[in-house]
């Protein structure tokens, strides 16, 4: 009885060593099945890097593109910058003027049509104060006109080719070439008086 019962111990010793060797064939299978779906740590790393050969990544600029757009924004910026401040440049150049015409509709209830709107009467400015008030180194054009807006002013800076329109009372300030402007002014306008660095118009007709 008792070789029995050593013989049935061994047997179950075997047995569960048997167990415990197919379980660890069985999970050693199951990593390298698992290694063999998914790279390495390294594998990855390469997978994922960009290749030296092709240069950056792809979705993202070289910087050497980058640095020339740079490069070719900032004149643009600037430009805008120096146009800005010529737009408000000749703003203040015509203020007084605007001032003295926007003024006069408000007291008599009409927009003046000619010079002698604004020097005849009581009214508190002249055409000489309007003249006198242009700012230096501006060539000013003032066009009495009939509708809401009164009137309209050109606004030269002298050497300039260019020039700035303002379109009457509550118009934005608009850019144009000088040649464009004077090809408007003299085919619809002829010249009511010049003082100083401002020419009065009349429409033709």
């Not at 010529?86 to 010079?115: D, F, G, T």
Request: aromatic letters at 8%; hydrophobic letters at 40%.
């Amino acid at each position: 009885m008792a070789v029995k019962r050593k013989e049935m111990v061994v047997q179950r010793i075997l047995i569960y060593f048997v167990i415990m060797l197919i379980c660890a064939g069985l999970s050693a299978c199951g990593q390298r099945e698992e290694s063999a779906r998914e790279p390495s740590g390294q594998a990855k790393a390469v997978a994922t890097s960009p290749d030296p050969a092709d240069g950056a990544d792809p979705q993202r600029p070289p910087a050497e593109e980058i640095s020339s757009a740079r490069a070719a924004e900032q004149p643009q910026a600037e430009t805008r910058r120096q146009r800005k401040a010529q737009q408000k440049a000749a703003l203040a150049a015509v203020e007084s003027i605007q001032n003295v015409v926007e003024s006069y509709q408000l007291v008599y209830h009409r927009w003046p049509q000619s010079i002698r709107d604004i020097d005849d009467g009581d009214y508190l400015f002249d055409s000489d104060y309007m003249a006198d008030s242009v700012a230096a180194g501006y060539e000013v054009y003032l066009a009495w006109t009939v509708g809401e807006t009164g009137y309209r002013l050109w606004i030269f800076p002298e050497g300039e080719d260019f020039g700035f329109l303002q379109a009457g009372k509550g118009q934005a300030l608009v850019g144009l070439s000088r040649e464009r402007a004077m090809a408007e002014i003299e085919e619809v306008y002829a010249v009511e008086q010049a003082k100083g660095g401002l020419t009065f118009l009349l429409p033709r007709g």
